[in-house]
Protein backbone atom coordinates (compact mmCIF):
# COMPACT_ATOMS: atom_id res chain seq x y z
CA UNK A 1 0.00 0.00 0.00
CA UNK A 2 1.28 3.57 -1.05
CA UNK A 3 1.86 5.84 1.67
CA UNK A 4 -0.56 8.34 2.14
CA UNK A 5 0.29 11.62 0.29
CA UNK A 6 -0.72 15.41 1.55
CA UNK A 7 -3.86 16.33 -0.34
CA UNK A 8 -5.42 13.06 -0.85
CA UNK A 9 -7.82 10.96 1.67
CA UNK A 10 -8.12 10.59 4.49
CA UNK A 11 -5.98 14.22 4.58
CA UNK A 12 -4.10 13.51 7.42
CA UNK A 13 -0.93 15.05 5.93
CA UNK A 14 -2.86 17.95 5.20
CA UNK A 15 -5.69 19.21 3.00
CA UNK A 16 -3.25 20.39 0.06
CA UNK A 17 -0.84 19.03 -1.63
CA UNK A 18 1.19 21.89 -1.58
CA UNK A 19 2.33 24.74 1.12
CA UNK A 20 0.26 27.53 1.23
CA UNK A 21 0.20 30.61 4.18
CA UNK A 22 -2.25 31.02 6.72
CA UNK A 23 -4.36 33.93 7.02
CA UNK A 24 -3.01 35.42 10.05
CA UNK A 25 -5.69 37.24 12.55
CA UNK A 26 -5.62 38.90 15.65
CA UNK A 27 -8.48 38.80 18.02
CA UNK A 28 -9.77 42.54 19.48
CA UNK A 29 -12.52 44.64 19.89
CA UNK A 30 -13.21 46.58 22.97
CA UNK A 31 -14.81 50.01 24.55
CA UNK A 32 -16.86 51.45 21.69
CA UNK A 33 -16.98 50.58 18.09
CA UNK A 34 -14.86 53.88 17.35
CA UNK A 35 -12.40 52.84 19.51
CA UNK A 36 -12.12 49.19 18.16
CA UNK A 37 -12.35 50.22 14.88
CA UNK A 38 -8.76 51.96 15.80
CA UNK A 39 -7.69 48.91 17.01
CA UNK A 40 -8.50 47.39 13.84
CA UNK A 41 -6.82 49.58 11.20
CA UNK A 42 -3.96 49.72 12.86
CA UNK A 43 -3.37 45.82 13.43
CA UNK A 44 -4.17 45.60 9.47
CA UNK A 45 -1.44 48.49 9.48
CA UNK A 46 0.52 46.12 10.51
CA UNK A 47 0.13 43.03 8.32
CA UNK A 48 -3.23 40.63 9.71
CA UNK A 49 -4.95 39.39 6.86
CA UNK A 50 -8.07 38.81 8.47
CA UNK A 51 -9.20 39.66 12.29
CA UNK A 52 -11.72 38.70 14.70
CA UNK A 53 -14.45 40.85 16.48
CA UNK A 54 -14.65 40.81 20.19
CA UNK A 55 -17.65 41.31 21.29
CA UNK A 56 -18.40 42.02 24.49
CA UNK A 57 -21.22 40.11 26.98
CA UNK A 58 -24.23 42.10 26.38
CA UNK A 59 -23.90 41.97 22.57
CA UNK A 60 -23.37 37.84 22.65
CA UNK A 61 -26.51 37.87 24.72
CA UNK A 62 -28.64 39.90 23.00
CA UNK A 63 -29.32 42.26 25.57
CA UNK A 64 -28.79 46.01 24.43
CA UNK A 65 -26.22 48.16 26.19
CA UNK A 66 -28.78 50.49 27.78
CA UNK A 67 -30.61 47.66 29.21
CA UNK A 68 -30.47 47.50 33.22
CA UNK A 69 -29.15 43.77 32.55
CA UNK A 70 -25.76 45.10 30.90
CA UNK A 71 -24.53 46.98 33.65
CA UNK A 72 -21.37 47.04 34.28
CA UNK A 73 -20.31 44.65 31.40
CA UNK A 74 -20.65 47.06 28.45
CA UNK A 75 -17.48 46.90 26.24
CA UNK A 76 -15.50 45.25 28.63
CA UNK A 77 -14.53 41.75 27.00
CA UNK A 78 -15.23 43.16 23.77
CA UNK A 79 -16.92 45.80 21.48
CA UNK A 80 -20.84 47.28 22.12
CA UNK A 81 -22.61 46.43 19.29
CA UNK A 82 -26.47 47.42 19.25
CA UNK A 83 -27.28 47.96 15.71
CA UNK A 84 -26.00 48.84 12.37
CA UNK A 85 -24.90 51.81 13.18
CA UNK A 86 -22.39 50.59 15.41
CA UNK A 87 -21.49 48.00 12.90
CA UNK A 88 -20.78 50.92 10.27
CA UNK A 89 -18.74 52.96 12.52
CA UNK A 90 -17.07 49.25 13.36
CA UNK A 91 -15.87 48.98 9.67
CA UNK A 92 -15.23 52.57 8.90
CA UNK A 93 -12.54 52.79 6.44
CA UNK A 94 -11.98 49.21 6.19
CA UNK A 95 -12.51 47.39 2.91
CA UNK A 96 -14.28 44.87 2.83
CA UNK A 97 -13.85 43.30 -0.64
CA UNK A 98 -9.81 43.55 0.97
CA UNK A 99 -10.20 41.30 3.90
CA UNK A 100 -9.58 37.42 4.06
CA UNK A 101 -11.74 36.89 7.08
CA UNK A 102 -13.96 39.40 8.95
CA UNK A 103 -14.28 36.41 12.51
CA UNK A 104 -16.72 36.72 15.31
CA UNK A 105 -17.84 34.90 18.58
CA UNK A 106 -21.67 35.15 17.82
CA UNK A 107 -22.78 32.28 18.52
CA UNK A 108 -26.13 32.73 19.91
CA UNK A 109 -26.02 35.42 17.51
CA UNK A 110 -25.31 33.98 14.63
CA UNK A 111 -28.21 35.33 12.41
CA UNK A 112 -27.75 38.72 13.58
CA UNK A 113 -24.43 38.74 12.45
CA UNK A 114 -25.51 37.77 8.87
CA UNK A 115 -27.57 40.48 9.52
CA UNK A 116 -25.83 43.10 10.23
CA UNK A 117 -23.14 42.46 7.48
CA UNK A 118 -25.42 41.68 4.66
CA UNK A 119 -26.74 45.16 5.68
CA UNK A 120 -23.58 46.73 5.84
CA UNK A 121 -22.52 45.37 2.21
CA UNK A 122 -25.58 46.62 0.23
CA UNK A 123 -25.37 50.16 2.05
CA UNK A 124 -21.60 50.29 0.60
CA UNK A 125 -22.92 49.01 -2.47
CA UNK A 126 -20.41 45.75 -2.20
CA UNK A 127 -22.55 41.90 -2.63
CA UNK A 128 -21.79 39.90 0.66
CA UNK A 129 -20.27 37.51 -1.28
CA UNK A 130 -17.42 39.90 -2.03
CA UNK A 131 -15.95 39.27 1.11
CA UNK A 132 -15.25 37.01 3.90
CA UNK A 133 -17.56 37.01 6.56
CA UNK A 134 -16.68 33.57 9.64
CA UNK A 135 -19.66 33.47 11.90
CA UNK A 136 -18.39 31.19 14.56
CA UNK A 137 -22.25 30.31 14.92
CA UNK A 138 -21.71 26.97 17.06
CA UNK A 139 -24.39 27.82 19.75
CA UNK A 140 -24.34 23.89 20.82
CA UNK A 141 -21.04 24.46 22.59
CA UNK A 142 -22.47 26.89 24.54
CA UNK A 143 -24.48 24.88 26.75
CA UNK A 144 -21.48 23.53 27.57
CA UNK A 145 -18.04 25.36 27.76
CA UNK A 146 -19.07 29.15 27.63
CA UNK A 147 -22.32 30.04 28.68
CA UNK A 148 -23.86 32.71 26.09
CA UNK A 149 -27.23 30.78 24.96
CA UNK A 150 -30.13 32.23 25.31
CA UNK A 151 -32.61 30.08 23.78
CA UNK A 152 -33.14 26.38 24.81
CA UNK A 153 -31.00 24.48 23.11
CA UNK A 154 -33.44 22.88 19.92
CA UNK A 155 -34.56 26.43 19.03
CA UNK A 156 -30.49 27.64 19.27
CA UNK A 157 -29.68 24.94 17.23
CA UNK A 158 -32.55 26.08 14.58
CA UNK A 159 -31.26 29.35 14.26
CA UNK A 160 -27.84 28.31 13.94
CA UNK A 161 -28.85 26.21 11.07
CA UNK A 162 -30.83 29.21 9.37
CA UNK A 163 -27.48 30.97 9.27
CA UNK A 164 -25.97 28.20 7.30
CA UNK A 165 -28.40 26.95 5.44
CA UNK A 166 -28.62 30.97 4.13
CA UNK A 167 -24.75 31.87 3.71
CA UNK A 168 -25.11 28.23 1.49
CA UNK A 169 -28.12 29.36 -0.49
CA UNK A 170 -26.53 33.26 -0.77
CA UNK A 171 -23.22 33.66 0.41
CA UNK A 172 -21.09 30.45 -0.23
CA UNK A 173 -17.79 32.72 0.82
CA UNK A 174 -18.97 32.89 3.89
CA UNK A 175 -17.93 30.52 7.04
CA UNK A 176 -21.66 29.92 8.29
CA UNK A 177 -20.33 27.99 11.01
CA UNK A 178 -16.78 27.12 13.05
CA UNK A 179 -17.62 24.14 14.85
CA UNK A 180 -15.51 25.17 18.07
CA UNK A 181 -13.48 22.77 19.89
CA UNK A 182 -11.44 25.62 21.27
CA UNK A 183 -13.50 26.67 24.16
CA UNK A 184 -14.60 22.80 25.09
CA UNK A 185 -10.44 22.68 25.39
CA UNK A 186 -10.56 25.99 27.46
CA UNK A 187 -13.39 24.29 29.84
CA UNK A 188 -11.30 21.56 30.66
CA UNK A 189 -11.10 18.67 28.42
CA UNK A 190 -8.36 16.94 27.07
CA UNK A 191 -7.69 16.38 23.25
CA UNK A 192 -9.61 13.85 22.56
CA UNK A 193 -12.61 15.44 23.99
CA UNK A 194 -12.08 18.46 22.00
CA UNK A 195 -12.24 16.82 18.95
CA UNK A 196 -15.07 14.17 19.89
CA UNK A 197 -17.17 17.03 21.05
CA UNK A 198 -16.72 19.29 18.45
CA UNK A 199 -17.55 16.51 15.39
CA UNK A 200 -20.39 15.38 17.78
CA UNK A 201 -21.93 18.83 17.63
CA UNK A 202 -21.13 18.92 13.89
CA UNK A 203 -23.21 15.91 13.20
CA UNK A 204 -26.56 17.76 15.22
CA UNK A 205 -25.81 20.24 12.48
CA UNK A 206 -25.22 18.46 9.65
CA UNK A 207 -28.00 16.29 10.32
CA UNK A 208 -30.66 19.62 10.25
CA UNK A 209 -29.17 20.81 6.89
CA UNK A 210 -29.94 17.18 5.75
CA UNK A 211 -33.48 17.21 7.08
CA UNK A 212 -34.15 21.14 5.24
CA UNK A 213 -33.06 19.39 2.18
CA UNK A 214 -29.52 20.62 2.13
CA UNK A 215 -26.87 18.74 0.72
CA UNK A 216 -23.69 17.94 2.68
CA UNK A 217 -21.37 18.74 -0.69
CA UNK A 218 -23.06 22.12 -0.77
CA UNK A 219 -22.69 22.34 3.29
CA UNK A 220 -19.60 20.66 4.42
CA UNK A 221 -16.61 22.97 1.99
CA UNK A 222 -18.16 26.31 3.63
CA UNK A 223 -17.39 24.93 7.28
CA UNK A 224 -14.34 25.47 9.24
CA UNK A 225 -13.38 24.36 12.76
CA UNK A 226 -11.94 26.07 15.55
CA UNK A 227 -9.34 23.99 17.48
CA UNK A 228 -6.81 25.12 20.65
CA UNK A 229 -3.40 24.60 20.27
CA UNK A 230 -1.99 23.65 23.97
CA UNK A 231 1.68 23.33 25.04
CA UNK A 232 1.98 19.76 24.56
CA UNK A 233 3.57 20.41 21.16
CA UNK A 234 3.95 17.10 19.68
CA UNK A 235 0.59 15.71 21.01
CA UNK A 236 -1.15 19.00 19.33
CA UNK A 237 0.30 18.02 15.74
CA UNK A 238 -0.84 14.11 16.28
CA UNK A 239 -4.20 15.81 17.09
CA UNK A 240 -4.90 17.94 14.27
CA UNK A 241 -3.70 15.11 12.15
CA UNK A 242 -5.94 12.87 13.29
CA UNK A 243 -8.94 15.30 13.05
CA UNK A 244 -8.52 15.70 10.09
CA UNK A 245 -8.22 12.22 8.82
CA UNK A 246 -11.78 11.75 11.45
CA UNK A 247 -13.60 14.20 9.81
CA UNK A 248 -12.64 12.98 6.30
CA UNK A 249 -14.41 9.47 6.66
CA UNK A 250 -16.89 10.53 9.33
CA UNK A 251 -18.79 12.51 6.38
CA UNK A 252 -17.90 10.57 3.59
CA UNK A 253 -19.30 7.21 5.65
CA UNK A 254 -21.92 9.04 7.32
CA UNK A 255 -23.04 11.50 4.72
CA UNK A 256 -22.31 10.02 1.21
CA UNK A 257 -20.08 12.95 0.65
CA UNK A 258 -18.82 13.15 -3.16
CA UNK A 259 -17.01 16.35 -3.02
CA UNK A 260 -13.34 15.91 -1.83
CA UNK A 261 -13.86 19.68 -0.33
CA UNK A 262 -16.28 18.10 1.88
CA UNK A 263 -13.82 16.23 3.24
CA UNK A 264 -11.25 18.39 3.96
CA UNK A 265 -11.11 19.85 7.60
CA UNK A 266 -9.84 23.54 7.32
CA UNK A 267 -8.99 24.90 11.10
CA UNK A 268 -8.74 27.58 12.50
CA UNK A 269 -6.46 27.21 15.25
CA UNK A 270 -5.54 29.72 18.57
CA UNK A 271 -3.11 29.25 20.89
CA UNK A 272 -4.33 28.45 23.92
CA UNK A 273 -5.49 31.16 26.80
CA UNK A 274 -5.51 28.73 29.51
CA UNK A 275 -2.19 27.89 29.32
CA UNK A 276 -1.47 31.40 30.26
CA UNK A 277 -0.32 32.84 33.63
CA UNK A 278 -1.04 36.26 35.56
CA UNK A 279 2.04 34.96 37.01
CA UNK A 280 5.18 36.25 35.17
CA UNK A 281 3.13 36.66 32.47
CA UNK A 282 6.16 37.36 30.20
CA UNK A 283 6.73 33.49 29.86
CA UNK A 284 3.45 33.23 28.01
CA UNK A 285 5.76 35.15 24.93
CA UNK A 286 7.42 31.56 24.99
CA UNK A 287 4.20 29.62 25.63
CA UNK A 288 2.56 31.49 22.58
CA UNK A 289 5.42 30.66 20.68
CA UNK A 290 5.74 26.98 21.06
CA UNK A 291 1.81 26.80 20.61
CA UNK A 292 2.09 28.71 17.03
CA UNK A 293 4.89 25.90 15.74
CA UNK A 294 3.23 23.48 16.62
CA UNK A 295 0.09 25.01 14.58
CA UNK A 296 2.16 25.33 11.92
CA UNK A 297 3.77 22.26 11.86
CA UNK A 298 0.25 20.68 11.99
CA UNK A 299 -1.38 22.19 9.14
CA UNK A 300 -3.48 25.19 9.70
CA UNK A 301 -5.23 27.28 7.36
CA UNK A 302 -5.72 30.16 9.76
CA UNK A 303 -3.91 31.76 13.05
CA UNK A 304 -4.33 33.86 16.27
CA UNK A 305 -1.62 33.80 18.70
CA UNK A 306 -2.53 34.87 22.25
CA UNK A 307 -1.20 37.99 23.91
CA UNK A 308 0.87 37.41 26.45
CA UNK A 309 -1.07 39.81 29.10
CA UNK A 310 -4.44 38.32 28.32
CA UNK A 311 -4.42 36.59 31.62
CA UNK A 312 -4.99 39.64 32.81
CA UNK A 313 -7.43 41.60 31.14
CA UNK A 314 -7.92 42.51 27.24
CA UNK A 315 -4.54 43.19 25.08
CA UNK A 316 -2.59 45.77 25.08
CA UNK A 317 -2.25 47.22 21.91
CA UNK A 318 1.71 46.65 22.00
CA UNK A 319 0.62 42.76 23.27
CA UNK A 320 -1.67 42.32 20.36
CA UNK A 321 1.26 43.62 18.23
CA UNK A 322 4.14 41.34 19.67
CA UNK A 323 1.37 38.25 19.19
CA UNK A 324 0.86 39.08 15.26
CA UNK A 325 4.95 39.66 15.17
CA UNK A 326 5.23 36.27 16.13
CA UNK A 327 2.77 34.27 13.50
CA UNK A 328 5.07 36.60 10.92
CA UNK A 329 8.41 35.32 12.60
CA UNK A 330 7.00 31.74 12.13
CA UNK A 331 5.75 32.28 8.83
CA UNK A 332 8.37 34.21 7.32
CA UNK A 333 11.77 33.51 9.06
CA UNK A 334 11.63 29.83 10.31
CA UNK A 335 10.82 28.02 6.87
CA UNK A 336 8.15 25.83 9.09
CA UNK A 337 5.81 26.43 6.35
CA UNK A 338 7.75 26.15 3.40
CA UNK A 339 6.33 22.16 3.68
CA UNK A 340 3.41 20.12 4.26
CA UNK A 341 3.39 17.95 7.21
CA UNK A 342 7.23 17.89 7.97
CA UNK A 343 6.61 15.31 10.32
CA UNK A 344 4.89 13.15 9.07
CA UNK A 345 6.30 9.26 8.63
CA UNK A 346 7.80 9.34 11.89
CA UNK A 347 7.19 6.40 13.99
CA UNK A 348 6.86 8.75 17.50
CA UNK A 349 4.31 11.53 15.89
CA UNK A 350 2.35 8.42 13.39
CA UNK A 351 1.78 6.32 16.68
CA UNK A 352 0.57 9.19 18.89
CA UNK A 353 -2.15 10.19 15.51
CA UNK A 354 -3.06 6.63 15.54
CA UNK A 355 -3.68 6.64 19.15
CA UNK A 356 -5.30 9.94 18.98
CA UNK A 357 -7.82 9.10 16.10
CA UNK A 358 -8.95 5.71 18.32
CA UNK A 359 -9.81 7.96 21.31
CA UNK A 360 -11.53 10.47 19.36
CA UNK A 361 -13.86 7.88 18.16
CA UNK A 362 -14.39 6.22 21.50
CA UNK A 363 -15.65 9.73 22.37
CA UNK A 364 -17.98 10.58 19.88
CA UNK A 365 -19.35 6.58 20.41
CA UNK A 366 -19.87 7.61 23.91
CA UNK A 367 -22.09 10.68 23.24
CA UNK A 368 -24.01 8.49 20.21
CA UNK A 369 -24.55 5.61 22.29
CA UNK A 370 -26.63 8.51 24.75
CA UNK A 371 -28.45 9.98 21.69
CA UNK A 372 -26.43 12.07 20.11
CA UNK A 373 -25.25 15.92 21.09
CA UNK A 374 -28.90 17.47 21.58
CA UNK A 375 -29.73 14.86 23.99
CA UNK A 376 -26.08 15.05 25.55
CA UNK A 377 -26.43 18.69 26.36
CA UNK A 378 -29.76 18.17 27.51
CA UNK A 379 -29.04 15.34 29.78
CA UNK A 380 -25.79 17.53 31.28
CA UNK A 381 -23.81 14.91 30.29
CA UNK A 382 -21.33 16.85 28.64
CA UNK A 383 -21.17 19.02 31.31
CA UNK A 384 -20.11 16.42 34.15
CA UNK A 385 -17.78 15.02 31.04
CA UNK A 386 -16.09 18.67 31.27
CA UNK A 387 -16.44 19.39 34.40
CA UNK A 388 -14.35 15.80 36.03
CA UNK A 389 -11.81 16.79 33.37
CA UNK A 390 -11.25 19.84 34.62
CA UNK A 391 -11.30 19.18 37.98
CA UNK A 392 -8.46 16.31 37.01
CA UNK A 393 -6.33 19.48 35.43
CA UNK A 394 -6.94 21.74 38.47
CA UNK A 395 -5.54 18.71 40.62
CA UNK A 396 -2.25 18.11 37.91
CA UNK A 397 -1.19 21.50 38.38
CA UNK A 398 -2.29 22.01 42.41
CA UNK A 399 -0.33 18.59 42.85
CA UNK A 400 2.26 19.47 40.71
CA UNK A 401 2.08 16.74 38.22
CA UNK A 402 1.68 18.93 35.35
CA UNK A 403 4.73 21.63 35.62
CA UNK A 404 3.24 25.10 35.34
CA UNK A 405 6.88 27.76 35.34
CA UNK A 406 6.09 30.41 37.65
CA UNK A 407 3.09 28.57 39.32
CA UNK A 408 4.30 25.36 40.82
CA UNK A 409 7.50 25.41 39.69
CA UNK A 410 10.34 28.09 40.23
CA UNK A 411 7.64 30.64 41.21
CA UNK A 412 8.66 34.20 42.07
CA UNK A 413 7.71 38.13 42.72
CA UNK A 414 7.93 39.86 39.51
CA UNK A 415 7.07 43.54 38.76
CA UNK A 416 4.39 45.23 37.43
CA UNK A 417 2.64 45.10 34.24
CA UNK A 418 0.55 47.88 32.10
CA UNK A 419 -2.67 46.25 32.03
CA UNK A 420 -5.21 47.65 29.36
CA UNK A 421 -8.68 49.10 30.97
CA UNK A 422 -11.70 50.04 29.62
CA UNK A 423 -12.79 53.86 30.56
CA UNK A 424 -15.12 53.45 32.76
CA UNK A 425 -17.02 56.30 30.75
CA UNK A 426 -17.44 54.04 27.56
CA UNK A 427 -20.38 52.62 29.24
CA UNK A 428 -22.18 56.09 29.50
CA UNK A 429 -21.51 56.53 25.67
CA UNK A 430 -22.43 54.01 24.41
CA UNK A 431 -26.09 53.96 26.57
CA UNK A 432 -26.10 57.50 25.22
CA UNK A 433 -25.60 56.02 21.71
CA UNK A 434 -28.17 53.32 21.41
CA UNK A 435 -30.65 55.80 23.37
CA UNK A 436 -30.17 58.26 20.58
CA UNK A 437 -30.76 55.74 17.33
CA UNK A 438 -34.06 54.43 19.08
CA UNK A 439 -35.30 58.28 19.48
CA UNK A 440 -34.52 59.59 16.15
CA UNK A 441 -35.04 56.34 14.18
CA UNK A 442 -37.88 55.74 11.95
CA UNK A 443 -41.00 52.89 13.43
CA UNK A 444 -39.79 49.54 13.60
CA UNK A 445 -42.87 47.80 14.90
CA UNK A 446 -43.89 45.76 11.43
CA UNK A 447 -40.20 44.88 11.07
CA UNK A 448 -40.03 43.07 14.37
CA UNK A 449 -43.72 41.43 13.96
CA UNK A 450 -42.60 40.31 10.90
CA UNK A 451 -39.55 38.43 12.71
CA UNK A 452 -42.03 36.74 15.31
CA UNK A 453 -44.42 35.96 12.21
CA UNK A 454 -41.28 34.07 10.74
CA UNK A 455 -40.30 32.46 13.93
CA UNK A 456 -43.83 31.46 14.23
CA UNK A 457 -43.67 29.88 11.29
CA UNK A 458 -40.85 27.86 11.42
CA UNK A 459 -39.42 30.08 8.65
CA UNK A 460 -35.59 30.65 8.49
CA UNK A 461 -35.74 34.46 10.17
CA UNK A 462 -32.59 35.53 8.31
CA UNK A 463 -34.74 37.28 5.89
CA UNK A 464 -36.93 39.33 8.23
CA UNK A 465 -34.12 39.77 10.54
CA UNK A 466 -31.90 41.83 7.87
CA UNK A 467 -34.91 43.76 6.84
CA UNK A 468 -35.69 44.68 10.81
CA UNK A 469 -31.50 45.62 10.65
CA UNK A 470 -31.86 47.79 7.76
CA UNK A 471 -34.59 49.42 9.59
CA UNK A 472 -32.01 50.12 12.50
CA UNK A 473 -33.51 47.73 15.29
CA UNK A 474 -31.38 47.21 17.52
CA UNK A 475 -30.18 43.20 18.29
CA UNK A 476 -32.07 43.53 22.12
CA UNK A 477 -35.80 44.44 20.19
CA UNK A 478 -34.82 41.24 17.60
CA UNK A 479 -34.11 39.04 20.19
CA UNK A 480 -36.77 40.08 22.90
CA UNK A 481 -39.33 38.98 19.63
CA UNK A 482 -37.85 35.59 19.22
CA UNK A 483 -37.73 35.07 22.91
CA UNK A 484 -41.73 35.64 22.54
CA UNK A 485 -41.74 32.57 20.56
CA UNK A 486 -38.90 30.21 21.71
CA UNK A 487 -38.34 31.25 25.31
CA UNK A 488 -35.71 31.40 27.79
CA UNK A 489 -33.09 28.73 28.23
CA UNK A 490 -33.50 28.24 32.09
CA UNK A 491 -31.03 26.63 34.10
CA UNK A 492 -31.54 23.59 35.71
CA UNK A 493 -29.39 21.77 38.18
CA UNK A 494 -27.38 19.52 35.55
CA UNK A 495 -25.51 22.37 34.22
Known amino acids: MAPEQAGEFPYTRGIAAEPKPWIMGQYAGFGTPA ?29 DSDDPRAAGEVGRVGVAIDSLADIEILMSGIPLEKISQVRTTANSIGYLWTALFTALAENRGVHPDEFGLFIQNDVLKEFIARGTQIFPP ?22 PLAMSGYHIREAGSDAAQEIGYTFA ?16 DAVAPTLFTFLSVNMDVLGEIAKLRAARRVWATLVRERYGTKDPRSEQLRIFAFTA ?11 NVVRATAEMIAAALGGIQTMHVSAYDEALGVPTEAAATLALRTQQIVAFETGLGDVVDPLGGA ?9 MEREIRDVMAAVAERG ?11 VGELSEAAYRQ ?19 ATGSLDVFTVDPSVEAAQVTSVRAL ?58
Open 154 to 175: GPSLKLAVDTIEHCVRHTPRWV
Open 372 to 382: GALACIESGYL
Open 35 to 63: QSNERFRRLLAEGVTGFSVALDLPTQLGI
Open 394 to 412: AQAVESGTKPVVGVNLYPS
Open 201 to 216: NAIAYLDECVRRGLSV
Open 438 to 495: KAKRGPIDAVLADVRAAAVAGDNVIPACTAAVRAYATIGEIVTELRKVYGNWQATGIF
Open 273 to 283: GSSLTAQQPLN
Open 347 to 355: PYIEARTDA
